[in-house]
């Protein structure tokens, strides 16, 4: 049996750390080992990972004396790791039982494989209760090749953080997360695995993620559409900087994703109208174009020009009548398909 190496960052969650860990430890996994590190925080984190390592020899626990951030956090467990394969997983997160063992064993049997990732439930901030018991396709997996792996992430990020076990000695030949890349780190490094590897995917849930207040990345999201998508552009950017060559379709996949993207910002742009921040609204559409001018013949650009042509105060008047129009259309539409 293969081992596993897993880094828990932890920032304020000492309430979540057992939970974390033990469902690490509860792996069938013969080799596993946890490195808690405590970056600096002001809570109970330090007493709880003290308590962990007390109880079971498997259980590293470092401390940082000041806050490094989570990016420093991640390539210091990167160095620490040392097992044939290994999982950064948010202490505010917890694996389902056969994540790491699945993992392993898909790695095991395909070497091309440089990663691994699965489906993961979202926890909002009332789910207290372990969701073990779910619908899905243990069974089920699929290995893509790297440049299709490449072409179904687009440019979003679709490999749910704590679900991704990936191979350590490539992690180590590839390096570190980029600091210039706070909150977009992870979709630029799967896309700097797949130029070097093939990738697996599961059918089954691996790992639950909390979606929480204290979410630093909700906080982001939240704060602007415009940083999201300059942090998406910024991974694409590392990304053909540094791994074009690898490429055959370089300068035709590039081009795709910042389509995608900039129809993505049409789409936000359109939202910041019917909420009616025409300023915002602006700013993104702006945007869009700046990153591919095509995107002036897409579709989501019709609509929005459609809305500013009528008017923000007629559109408020108009928008439930199209609502309406259009779920008419959709039913119409699975009648029709039914009876054919």
Not at 156 to 163: G, H, K, L, W, Y
Not at 197 to 210: L, N, P, T
Not at 268 to 275: D, G, L, M, Q, R
């Amino acid at each position: 049996m293969s081992s596993v190496d897993v880094i828990v960052p932890c920032y304020r969650y000492g309430h979540f750390l057992r939970e974390c860990v033990e469902s690490v430890l509860a792996e069938s996994v013969l080799c596993v080992r946890v490195l808690i590190i405590d970056d600096a925080s002001p809570d109970n984190t330090a007493e709880v990972a003290s308590d962990l390592v007390r109880e079971d020899s498997r259980v590293t626990f470092l401390r940082h004396t000041t806050n490094k951030g989570h990016i420093a956090t991640y390539n210091e467990g990167i160095e620490w790791a040392s097992a044939d394969y290994m999982l950064i997983l948010s202490a505010d997160d917890y694996l389902l039982p056969g994540a790491l063992n699945r993992a392993a064993n898909l790695m095991d049997a395909h070497p091309e494989v440089g990663f691994t990732f699965g489906k993961a439930i979202a926890l909002n901030d009332g789910g207290t209760t372990k969701i073990t018991n779910v619908a899905a396709d243990q069974a089920s997996w699929r290995i893509l090749g790297g440049l299709e792996f490449i072409e179904l992430n687009g440019a979003r990020n679709i490999v749910p953080t704590p679900t991704a076990v990936v191979r350590t000695a490539l992690q180590k030949r590839l390096g570190g997360y980029l600091t210039n890349l706070p909150h977009s780190g992870d979709m630029e490094m799967w896309m700097r695995f797949a130029a070097h590897s093939s990738v697996g995917i599961f059918g089954a849930y691996q790992a639950v993620y909390r979606r929480h207040s204290g979410n630093m990345s909700l906080d982001y999201f939240a704060k602007s559409w415009l940083a999201d998508l300059e942090q998406r552009k910024a991974a694409i950017d590392c990304f053909f900087q540094t791994r074009s060559h690898l490429l055959s379709n370089a300068p035709q996949l590039r081009r795709k994703l910042f389509w995608s993207l900039g129809c993505e910002a049409v789409g936000f742009s359109s939202s910041a109208f019917n909420e009616r921040k025409m300023e915002a609204s602006e700013q993104l559409s702006t945007y869009a174009l700046e990153l591919c001018p095509e995107v002036k013949w897409s579709l989501p650009w019709t609509k929005l020009a459609c809305k500013r042509r009528v008017g923000p105060r007629a559109w408020r008047v108009l928008r439930p009548v199209v609502a309406v129009t259009r779920q008419a259309g959709s039913r119409l539409r699975l009648i029709g398909k039914a009876g054919a």
